[in-house]
């Protein structure tokens, strides 16, 4: 008598093989548990059950055992010999439930490899769902899955009864949510099989009510009694405004305080006790700058020290190519597992648009969460509309309170922009009076340009920031022109711009808060990743003309702390050239023109920023890409166009972006344990305090010198002497030598 056939979903190189079934009846518990929380637990749970189908097909099961490279065995691709899987479970959802609930299902099945797809064919569309269900209907080996010894409980299931979620713009989420629960927990019993030291680490993290106590406990040092300075007693009055304000139920909220009003632990504060007091997972922040994450994600690492490495910081955008996917480089994108997550408004906002399985992954981690948006006027005019939609979803459906964080609070209300009617959010204010605590905490004059015609010249420039001891210069969005100043500077000078990673920015920053601290001559030239939150004070802060905003960040790099026993001087020149690079970089500076035209006060008042913020979104098209019409499903059909959205919904168009992992310092170490290890999660978590992100004719030039080449899909610095000390990552290697023996 023969043996029963024995059905498998992955086998190991060490000769384990693991069972389809069991497979399927995990994922299907895991995907189940992660969408309990909004609620949609019977769609995750049939999904799981139906996702690998396809591999009870005889052709899939014979590549399976006789390949040669068992770890990608179970990979669809375009490679050679790979059997295509994901169709199958697509066509039985829509045989077994109707096309109408079963077309829901086929977005999540057919998509768990390649990503969500659209359901008509577009231009950016690859294998429209459409397409493929019709052709695999129409394939007689679908069937002989379908045949096959699947066992009762997985081949017939009961159809979902929960309801589908957000209405016809909300839908959308609704299945990239339950897409994220399906893909996480593909990927999370597919590690458990191939790598079970590692999947035992996972989710191991202490709970809010733990993270608050560690907390309290650290900020109870700056509660003594004996306060020296008068800014410390404002401080506790705005962690205490937060903590009272955490009692109120989940929902929007605003908190306005002026650079140096210890917004960050703050902000914190607010989120853990309304965790606590509301039962919320986790909390995100979402800052606008790189320089920002690193530096915040420093303070939470110090405060949470006694608990271990709780911290995760997601803002690399050096996913592998997914021409280029392998096992490990599946299993180690981010999911967000951890109780802290410090992440950029990109990875965050992107991702709820995303179709791709790695950056769709963490989604459902979003749920049930606190949301602290830091500097929140940094969100992207163009796609106001979209974002204020999405956090509204998120707050009715998937319960996420946000707080709108900054000094300079955008207008978000309802109100009519170039014939949109802008829905906006009404949010509730943590401080009692922000105008009243802007004036408690001024610390600095701002001198405006005479002339807004006649710009300095860089020598010009460069010469009277050389007459200060202690000065910083912060240039408008051009990488080039932050070179070009730092090479008229004297020596000694510090440069900090993108080019240069983030461990390279945050130990420059650290010896300029040592030279500061000891009184030694400081002059800094910036881009503006600096002004937003970064924690350096000097005297005197020039800042290249901008939006009302960038002005206001800025003047917050100056007598930060108070501690000088006069105001701090802010002067606003103009810069040669453009306001900036781009678009929007000229409308917010001719907003601040507009505002000030005339105005003789305080250009940092909080009233002004009203006015400006209407007039900026009063300019430009909220937005821009018409997602708004995108998102709207076909009801017949049931019709989206996910990889269409994901396209179109870029807050940085990083189409022609690529990242580099670099040699500096301890870089080029993970750099050779990427080499011989291939990319696991926590190496990848190490190498982005070491990645620098270039523009498509940069790498492209660089690639074809040969400096930089490809490890398992990631870009790596391979040549020696293109990175240096001084300015980070050079692109002009002629520059590179010069910076050398500067």
Not at 143 to 155: G, L, M, N, Q
Not at 351 to 377: F, G, P
Request: proline fraction near 5%; include cysteine; charged fraction near 25%.
């Amino acid at each position: 008598m023969s043996q029963p056939q024995e059905y498998l979903a992955h086998t190991h190189p060490d000769g384990r093989t693991h069972a389809l079934a069991a497979h399927l009846r995990k994922v299907a518990e895991l995907a189940a548990c992660h969408a309990q929380a909004f609620g949609s637990e019977d769609w995750a749970k049939l999904a799981g059950l139906w996702h690998d189908l396809g591999k009870y097909r005889p052709a899939f099961q014979r590549y399976i055992k006789q390949s040669n490279d068992k770890n990608e065995a179970h990979i669809e691709g375009v490679a050679k010999g790979r059997v295509e899987h994901s169709a199958a479970g697509a066509v039985y959802a829509e045989k077994m439930l109707g096309e109408q609930h079963g077309r829901i299902l086929a977005y999540l099945i057919a998509g768990h490899h390649a990503g969500l797809p659209d359901y008509e064919p577009d231009e950016y569309s690859r294998g429209a769902l459409k397409a493929r269900l019709a052709k695999a209907k129409q394939e007689r080996h679908l069937e002989e899955a379908f045949s096959a010894a699947i066992p009762d409980d997985v081949r017939v299931a009961k159809a979902p009864t929960s309801p589908v979620l957000g209405g016809t713009e909300g839908f959308h989420l609704w299945v990239r949510m339950l897409f994220s629960c399906l893909v996480d927990a593909d990927f999370l019993d597919t590690e458990a099989f191939m790598d079970d030291q590692r999947a035992a680490l996972r989710s191991d993290y202490p709970n809010l009510t733990a993270l608050l106590q560690q907390f309290n406990h650290y900020m109870a040092a700056f509660a003594a009694p004996q306060v020296i300075k008068p800014v410390d007693h404002i401080r506790q009055q705005v962690l205490q405004h937060c903590r009272d304000a955490a009692q109120q139920a989940p929902g929007l909220f605003s908190l306005t305080v002026p650079t140096g009003g210890g917004k960050t632990l703050s902000s914190l504060a607010f989120a853990l006790e309304h965790a606590k007091q509301y039962g919320k997972q986790r909390v995100i922040y979402a800052i606008p700058y790189t320089s920002i994450i690193e530096q915040t994600a420093e303070v939470f690492r110090e405060v949470f020290a006694p608990l271990g490495d709780i911290v995760i910081e997601h803002h690399s955008q050096a996913d592998v190519d997914s021409s280029q996917e392998t096992s490990k480089s599946r299993l180690a994108c981010e999911n967000w597992d951890a109780p802290l997550i410090v992440t950029t408004n990109v990875q965050f906002f992107e991702s709820l648009y995303a179709a791709r399985t790695s950056r769709c992954r963490k989604l459902h981690n979003i749920v049930n969460s606190v949301v602290i948006l830091d500097e929140a006027q940094m969100l992207p005019p163009e796609y106001l509309q979209t974002i204020t939609h999405t956090i509204d979803l998120l707050r009715k459906y998937y319960g996420v309170s946000f707080v709108f964080c900054t000094a300079t609070q955008p207008e978000l209300g309802q109100q009519r922009q170039l014939g949109r009617v802008f829905k906006g959010l009404e949010t509730q204010e943590i401080i009692p009076e922000p105008t009243a605590l802007y004036q408690s905490l001024r610390r600095v004059t701002v001198e405006l340009p005479r002339d807004y015609s006649s710009p300095l010249t860089w020598p010009d420039l460069a010469a009277e920031l050389s007459e200060h001891e202690q000065v910083l210069c912060i240039v408008n969005g051009a990488r080039k022109d932050a070179r070009e100043l730092f090479r008229l500077m004297p020596e000694g000078t510090y440069h900090l711009s993108a080019l240069m990673c983030g461990q390279h920015r945050s130990d420059q920053l650290a010896e300029i808060r040592a030279r500061l601290e000891r009184g030694d001559p400081v002059r800094i030239v910036s881009t503006p990743l600096i002004e937003a939150g970064v924690d350096i004070s000097l005297p005197v802060v020039y800042r290249a003309f901008s939006g009302l905003d960038s002005i206001a960040q800025a003047a917050g790099r100056c007598n930060r702390h108070g501690e000088l026993p006069e105001l701090g001087k802010v002067k606003i020149f103009l810069a040669p050239g453009a306001t900036g690079p781009g678009k929007l970089a000229r409308m917010r500076a001719s907003s601040a023109q507009e505002v000030l035209h005339g105005f003789s006060g305080d250009p940092l008042l909080p009233a002004l920023f009203k006015r400006y913020f209407e007039l900026l979104y009063g300019s430009v098209d909220i937005d821009t890409k018409d997602i708004s019409k995108l998102v709207r499903l076909d009801d017949r059909t049931l019709g989206l166009s996910f990889r269409t959205l994901a396209s179109r919904f870029k807050l940085i168009d990083d189409e022609d972006q690529h990242t580099v992992f670099v040699c500096y310092r301890e870089g080029e170490h993970w750099i050779e344990t990427l080499r011989n290890k291939g990319p696991e999660r926590w190496l990848l978590r190490k190498l982005q305090r070491f990645s620098v992100s270039i523009y498509e004719n940069e790498f492209n030039r660089l690639l074809h010198d040969g400096v930089i080449e490809s490890v398992h899909g990631y870009f790596v610095q391979k040549t020696a002497g293109i990175y240096n000390e001084k300015i980070g990552l050079s692109l002009d290697f002629s520059y590179a030598a010069d910076a050398l023996i500067l």
